[in-house]
């Protein structure tokens, strides 16, 4: 493309952003809207108000919807994958079968490195806890929706920007660094895993908040007309594809490390040794 033509596509990008943002001041804020934005926030946090049917069982929040739907697509996905790719890997790999290698290859490394005693089991759970992070971050990039028990139609947020999913990855994570310091060092590795008691808050809470600003934010533009144009599109895939790759990589390093502390085998200091070297040496 010459240096005309790209003038051109920018001069013309241009005036189309500053068209739909005079556009956008013009139309002014919105009215009746069904809900006030500090009714929209609250209900982003709390998932009190807009609440689905659960085949008939219980009302639960969007967040326990999009939970449920992001595990059955990875289980799909993993059958299949099982069934008629891996039978087919061959010698030099092709595409797809590059991209599967690297992947389980990364975790991999990542929890050799960090847990050169016992890094099996690890290699498998980051493995799985990353892609679903990654999944299930930006499933709600798709737009797909769902009716409320009061008959709205509402966007299936994320499954861990809902408190009790972060919590208990949190936790799961927690009980998998448990393991591997009982695996390791036995009723040892278990004083070594609950001196860092706060583990489990912190990572369930950094996972929750940073997914969490993505979602208000991307509600706050989508409120306003003024905003809801060209911003959106920006701010909503900014913001889900960051949090997705950031906050994969943080929980999955951050479990293979604890994993790898407390699984590290710890000799037992013997007593007497120092008395026997005295000892020796007075004896010689």
Excluded: W
């Excluded at 059958?79 to 039978?87: E, K, L, N, S």
């Amino acid at each position: 493309m010459g240096t005309k033509n790209r003038k051109a596509v920018m001069a013309m990008f241009v005036c189309t952003a500053a068209a739909l943002l005079i556009g956008a001041v013009a139309t002014g804020s919105p009215r009746g809207k069904h809900e006030s934005i500090r009714e929209v926030m609250r209900d982003a946090v709390l998932h009190d108000l807009n609440r689905f049917d659960f085949l008939g069982i219980k009302e639960v929040n969007p967040a326990f919807i999009s939970a449920v739907t992001v595990t059955c697509i990875l289980l799909a996905a993993a059958a299949c994958i099982r069934i008629f790719v891996i039978p087919r890997f061959q010698y030099v790999p092709g595409r797809f079968q590059l991209l599967l290698e690297q992947l389980v290859g990364m975790f991999d490394g990542l929890a050799k490195t960090n847990s050169p005693h016992r890094n099996g089991f690890l290699g498998v759970y980051i493995f799985s806890a990353g892609v679903y992070i990654f999944v299930g971050t930006i499933f709600e990039l798709f737009g797909f929706e769902g009716i409320t028990t009061e008959g709205m139609a509402m966007a299936l947020p994320a499954p861990l920007s809902d408190i009790n999913a972060a919590i208990a990855l949190g936790c799961l994570s927690y009980l998998v660094i448990l393991s591997g310091g009982i695996a390791g060092n036995g009723l040892r590795g278990v004083g070594l895993t609950l001196k860092d008691f706060s583990l489990p808050i912190s990572m369930s809470f950094r996972l929750f908040g940073a997914l969490l600003s993505g979602l208000l934010v991307t509600e706050l533009v989508y409120y306003y007309v003024q905003l809801s144009f060209i911003l959106p599109v920006v701010v909503g895939v900014l913001f889900t594809l960051l949090h997705a790759l950031i906050q994969t990589y943080v929980l999955t390093l951050l479990t293979a490390m604890f994993y790898g502390e407390v699984s590290e085998p710890h000799p037992k200091k013997k007593k007497n040794s120092g008395k026997n070297e005295i000892n020796k040496q007075a004896a010689a």
